[in-house]
Structure formats: structure tokens, C-alpha cells
């Protein structure tokens, strides 16, 4: 029954029913893939949080099995310990001392099993003393072990347990965020390594065990490149450049939230080295943060004497009762340093104990980008006096037609960074910034500096995909290094929650294989959807070369049920025109689509959502659903580009021919809208090749 609901991905792995979010555990052994994953067992919104399990032999096609971990419930019904994110491990040589007697034997000597060890964070809500006499705070998060003698079908919790209950005295007060243990053998030291997050810190913590139990702090790696938001589930593996075994090089993907490329959730990756201790950055992958934005528009900016916000025609509502600076009505004039041409001023405080909204004039979105400088959110945050940080939190959002179409809110970050929102939908339009405090949090206070308008994104981090919608991707462990292969989380905190399906909630990505690839001189991660999502693939349903794809719209006819779920190739070069691609899960009335292509102009490729679909599950204050979302492709007029497209009934997942960049989208579309149309605009695109393949469900 299950695979026919309204939304359902059809080749995409779901639970059955409820809640999911990040996969955990990805562990190939004996010729079966598992997926392990945050699950709540009892409704499908967060919570409950326990650990889901499904195994494949194809990365494909998914049985679902028992709950691995399940999260401890105490007799009056409060929630004792959740299962976190972590990962998983096959313990050969049982280092841990697991193993049990198989009941063979070689040679006289008994066979033992080979363990499967799960390393998770331990997340306690409720203040207790363990059975093993560990005294455990409320809200603690310590990284715990559980061990499986039957293939992960069921599990024993160490008695040990948590092995590593707080992070290094030096991070003490982090003892409520340190989380999402990955762990993995390193064979050139023979033990094995951890890396674990300090999520409000942007650091990473590297340790190295002998035995899974005993754990010893090695390094420490971050704030780095991304770091406006949480880091969450980091990923540290090996991949080869150009597929050169000799040239081997150390990568890490770490989830932001929010403060992704987008908003929200987001996923960046840094190439580097590691040496068994540390891992190191390559000088090529480093942000510069003092780097202003090319071709770049920054306001004049003046001392004002102006001493509130309305003289600088802001208006203010709701209640700051904070005091001096921190009371938006009356702020106190060095607070303001100055004031846009155009309305917009360089430097903004807002906070205090009320809550309220201060909204800038209106201005014309000049430009693709607007960065500026933020910091604060909750800072200085005080857990003893602060309340919690979700108390505190002010946002800076940008509002066109009324909606809300870019969101960022403040984090606990001590310096300025910079962010920068992609607003090539909306330039020439109307808008303002509006920036909110939405709960009466003692300590909220947001600053924002140097608006600037621009050609190209504040270069900030290397991101894993452009879209909204992949998050927490983490790699398996037990395939060889040049079959790396990535799943993210096909979702986004910042909707999570309400996305509208109603028996299960979220998707997982693709399945992705990763590599290393010099392109330009410069070594990039690339990805590629694993080859076994081939073997789903219909005989090519339409195929098609135009030597020249004239301006306008032509539709192609893909019959049901492949007008949802199918593998679109496209190839083209570059003619008179301006923009190319394709728009699908069109409807009648062309008032539903998802429009995919590539921006000549803007040497980008964009996925545009607006006309999606369902947007009403997003309340109107968070409108994050909705957007217009590019990633750089650099090209030349001469070039063929290439982008393929994978849909599933609700999402779209688009990589270019190289697999440089990605970007991946969740669409919420009627039944009915099933057209599939290409389209040329502003002129003619050249060399067009287009091939259709339908995708099988994995549903039986
Ligand atoms: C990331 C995350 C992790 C945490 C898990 C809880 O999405 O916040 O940091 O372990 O979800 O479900």
C-alpha cells in the first residue's frame, strides 16, 4: 500500500511512515548498503528521535527493517535519552571486544563475529544518574556506543556508556551541543578517528580511539569559510584527484543551519589534508573575509546625527523595552553610523527584552546579490541568564510583493561575517528589509553592516549544492574510496516540519557518488548520482537534436506515470538568446511549474520554485518555500553544456555534466500538472540534444 500517497517519492528512499531526518550509520558490509536514520517513531513531526534502519544491495531498492535505537521514555512519559546523529562501523579485527563466537571454527580456533558498532550522540532532556553512576545535566549531549552481532538487526547499548560524555574542559560550557560523531577506520595509523561537532562553535572536534571505548582529543578544526549557523553532522573521508590513487586528498562536509546558500539548511565541503591528528585546509579553499564582492555597488555611507530610526525613515514597531543601544524606537545616534543613499543603513541594532519589527524604506533591488555584514542573534549569550537560544533569535529578512523571500537570523557569532542572499528573481522589483524579534528574549540583538549590492555572491564557502534542500549528507563507510557515496537529508529545518505530506515526512537525496576533479586548474568536488540509479531507467521515452531551439516554448509529450519521475538530459550551446531550460510538472493553465535552466547571461544554472505548487504549509512570517536558486557555471560561448535532471513526483535534483554543482530543490505540484515544455528565451539556443528516460518506482 505504502508508495501511492499524494507527494510520495517513487525512487527516492522514505520511511514508511512518520518522521525522518538525517541519515545515519551509512555502512556498506557483505553486499548489503544500510541507512540508518533519525526517525520519530510517533508522529511525523520531529521528535522521539530513535534511529530507523533499511538495508539494499543497490542503493535503490530499500527493505525497511525494525528500529535500530529507540529512543528511552521513563514511566511518567519524560523522554530520558534520544539517538542524535552518528555513524557506523564494522569492527573486524574487534577492537572493542563485541565480537562473539560464530560457533565455526579454523584451524581449532573458534571464528568470532565481526561487530557492527553504532556511534551516536546521546542526547538526555532530562538531568539523571545513569545505571553506570554517570551523572548526566539536562540537555546534555555525549557521544555513546551500541553494538550489533546479527547485521544491525538489534542492538546492545555499552554499559560504558556515554564513552565520551562532555567535550575538552576548554569547551565546557558547550556541553549542550557537541553532537553527530563520524567514524571511520584510518588505515595508516591503524585506529580509529571520530569528528564530532561543536555546533554553536563551528569547530569541529578530531579524537582517535583504539577500541571505540577510550577516546583521546587530538585537534580541533574550524570556524572556517561557512559559519553563520550550527555545524552539524560533518563527514571526513579520502578521495583521489583525477582518479589517481597516488593523489590522495582528505575532504569534509559540513552541515550549517541555518546560514546555508540559500536560508536555512545547507551543506559546504573543504578540501584538505589529514595526517591521522589534524586536518588542514587547502590555502586554495580559504575564504577571504575581507573580500569585497566584485562589481560591487556600496553605498555612500555618513556619520548621521540621527538619533531613531524613523528620522532615518525606518519605522518601528511592537515593544524594545531593552535599554540605551539596544531599544530599536530610540536608538542612540552611535548606533546609527550611516545612512544609504537610498534608505538602507549601514549599521542597524535592534534587541532589547520586547518584541518588535523595525522595517527599512523601500529601495529597487539593483543587482543578483545582496551581502552584507551580520552578527548577533543572541549575543552575549548566557545560558544562566539568556533563557534558551531560540528565546533570542532576531532575523534580517528582505520582503518583494509582500512576501518574505530571504530570511537570515542573527547566530551567537562574536564577529561580523558576511552573508549574502541570491536575489536574481527579483531585480528591478520594489522592496524592503524588514528585521524582526520575534520572541521577548532578554539578550536578542542583531547588527547589520555594509549593505551592498552585486554581480556575484560574497564568496563564503565552497557549497555542495545550491538548492534549499540537502542537508546533513554524510558518506558511507565500508566502500572503496573511489566509490564515495553521499545522502543528504532532502529537506530544510526551516520548513521541515510542515512540508505537506501527511503519513511520512521527508526524502532522502540520491544516493552520490563523489570525486575529485581538476577543472580550471582548481580541484573540485564533484558528484554524480550513484550508476545503479540507472538500472531504474525506462528505454528512452523521447529523444530529440534541434540544430536551433527558436525563441519560445515547445512541449514535449511524456507519457504518464513518467511525466512525474523521470532522468532528463539536455545539451546546448549558446545562441542569440538569453535563457534556456525547461519548465516541468507544468498544468493546464501554465500557473503550475518548475523551471529549470540555464542563465546565459548570468553564467548560472537555476532552479525556480515559485510556481511549485503547494506554498501554503509555510506560515507567512517564515516564507521560505518559494525562491529563484543558481549556482555559478562559468562558460564559454563555444561550450556544450550539459545538465541532467532527476524528477520524483516532488523534487528536482539538477547536476551539470561534470557534476560541479548541484542543486536540490523539493516542489509540491498537483496530480494533474504533467507537462513537460523546453524553452528558449530572449533568442534562439543552438545545439540543442534532448533525452528523456522514465524512472520505475521502487514501491512494489
Ligand atoms: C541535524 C541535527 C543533528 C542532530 C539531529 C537531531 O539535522 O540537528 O545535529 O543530531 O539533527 O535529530
Redesign the pocket.
Known amino acids: 500500500l505504502f508508495g501511492s500517497e499524494e507527494y510520495r517519492p517513487q525512487f527516492h528512499f522514505t520511511p514508511e511512515e512518520n518522521w525522518m ?2 541519515p545515519n550509520g551509512l555502512l556498506y558490509h557483505d553486499g548489503i548498503y544500510h541507512i540508518f536514520y ?1 526517525y520519530n517513531p510517533n508522529g511525523t513531526k ?1 521528535g522521539y ?1 530513535s534511529w530507523g534502519h533499511a538495508i539494499s544491495t543497490d542503493l535503490v531498492h530499500w527493505k525497511h527493517l525494525p528500529i535500530a535505537l529507540e529512543c528511552e521514555v521513563d514511566p511518567n512519559g519524560n523522554v530520558m535519552e534520544m539517538f ?2 552518528g555513524s557506523a562501523v564494522v569492527d573486524v579485527n574487534n577492537t572493542s571486544g563485541f565480537a562473539i563466537p560464530t560457533g565455526k571454527a579454523q584451524k581449532g580456533k573458534e571464528i568470532l563475529s565481526q561487530p557492527m558498532v553504532a556511534i551516536y ?1 546521546s542526547n538526555y532532556p532530562t538531568a539523571h544518574t545513569a545505571s553506570n553512576g554517570q551523572v548526566i545535566q539536562q540537555g546534555q549531549q555525549s557521544q555513546s556506543i551500541a553494538f550489533s552481532n546479527d547485521n544491525g538487526l538489534t542492538w546492545t547499548k555499552y554499559k560504558g556508556n556515554p564513552v565520551i560524555p562532555s567535550p575538552p574542559p576548554e569547551y565546557a560550557d558547550q556541553y549542550n551541543q557537541f ?2 560523531p563520524f567514524v571511520f577506520w584510518h588505515s595508516p595509523s591503524s585506529r580509529w578517528i571520530m569528528v564530532a561537532s561543536l ?1 554553536m562553535k563551528q569547530t569541529l572536534l578530531i579524537y582517535s580511539s583504539d577500541n571505540l571505548k577510550d577516546w583521546t582529543w587530538e585537534s580541533q578544526f574550524g570556524p572556517y569559510n561557512a559559519t553563520f549557523g550550527e555545524w ?2 560533518p563527514s571526513l573521508f579520502p578521495l583521489y584527484v583525477d582518479g589517481n590513487t597516488a593523489a590522495e586528498k582528505w575532504v569534509l562536509l559540513i ?1 550549517i543551519n541555518p546560514g546555508g546558500v540559500v536560508a536555512g539548511s545547507g551543506t559546504q565541503s573543504i578540501i584538505g589534508s589529514f595526517d591521522g591528528k589534524t586536518f588542514v585546509a587547502d590555502p586554495s579553499d580559504v575564504y577571504d573575509p575581507t573580500k569585497v564582492p566584485v562589481d560591487s555597488t556600496v553605498f555612500q555611507d555618513f556619520e548621521s546625527t540621527s538619533s531613531t530610526f524613523e528620522e532615518l525613515g525606518w519605522t518601528a514597531t511592537g515593544d524594545f523595552v531593552g535599554s540605551g543601544p539596544r531599544n530599536a524606537s530610540t536608538v542612540n545616534a552611535g548606533n546609527i553610523k550611516g545612512y544609504l543613499g537610498n534608505g538602507i543603513m549601514t549599521t542597524c541594532l535592534l534587541g532589547g527584552t520586547g518584541t518588535g519589527t523595525i522595517a527599512s524604506p523601500n529601495f529597487t533591488i539593483a543587482k543578483d546579490y545582496i551581502s552584507f555584514l551580520i552578527a548577533g542573534g543572541y549575543y552575549p549569550y548566557n545560558p544562566a541568564t539568556a533563557g534558551t537560544p531560540e528565546d533570542n533569535q532576531v532575523s534580517i529578512n528582505l520582503v518583494v510583493d509582500g512576501k518574505i523571500v530571504r530570511s537570515q537570523t542573527g547566530a551567537n557569532t562574536e564577529n561580523l561575517v558576511w552573508r549574502s542572499w541570491n536575489v536574481a528573481g527579483w531585480v528591478g522589483q520594489e522592496a524592503y528589509l524588514i528585521a524582526t524579534d520575534a520572541n521577548s528574549g532578554p539578550s536578542a540583538h542583531l547588527h547589520i553592516d555594509e549593505i551592498v549590492f552585486s554581480n556575484s555572491p560574497k564568496e563564503e564557502a565552497n557549497w555542495n549544492d545550491f538548492g534549499p534542500d540537502y ?2 549528507a554524510v558518506t558511507y563507510n565500508g566502500l572503496p574510496t573511489s566509490e564515495r557515496t553521499a545522502i543528504g537529508w532532502m529537506n530544510n529545518w526551516a520548513y521541515a516540519n510542515n512540508i505537506p505530506t501527511s503519513t511520512w515526512r521527508s526524502a532522502m537525496s540520491i544516493p552520490r557518488t563523489l570525486a575529485l576533479k581538476t577543472i580550471n586548474n582548481k580541484i573540485r568536488l564533484v558528484q554524480q548520482p550513484a550508476s545503479s540509479v540507472s538500472t531504474l531507467y525506462t528505454s528512452t521515452l523521447y529523444s530529440h537534436n534541434f540544430s536551433v531551439l527558436h525563441c519560445g516554448e515547445t512541449q514535449v509529450n511524456v507519457p504518464a506515470p513518467y511525466n512525474a519521475r523521470m532522468k532528463l538530459g539536455l545539451k546546448f550551446s549558446r545562441g542569440t538568446g538569453t535563457k534556456f531550460g525547461v519548465a516541468l510538472r507544468s498544468n493546464a493553465t501554465n500557473t503550475q511549474e518548475t523551471v529549470i535552466g540555464y542563465d546565459f547571461l548570468g553564467q548560472n544554472v537555476f532552479v525556480d520554485r515559485f510556481k511549485s505548487g503547494n506554498n501554503s504549509f509555510v506560515d507567512s512570517d517564515q516564507n521560505a518555500f518559494p525562491g529563484y536558486f543558481i549556482a555559478t557555471l562559468p562558460t564559454k560561448a563555444t561550450d556544450v553544456i550539459e545538465l541532467n535532471i532527476l524528477l520524483d513526483w516532488s523534487s528536482v535534483e539538477v547536476f551539470d555534466g561534470e557534476g560541479q554543482i548541484a542543486i536540490t530543490c523539493q516542489i509540491f505540484p498537483v496530480d494533474d500538472s504533467a507537462k513537460v515544455k523546453l524553452f528558449s528565451q530572449g533568442g534562439s539556443t543552438k545545439s540543442v540534444s534532448v533525452a528523456i528516460n522514465g524512472i520505475n518506482s521502487v514501491w512494489k
Open positions: 531526518n538525517d533519525q520531529w528521535i542524535f546523529s550522540t553532537r553527530d555546533a552539524e553532522c552541515g542537508y546533513a
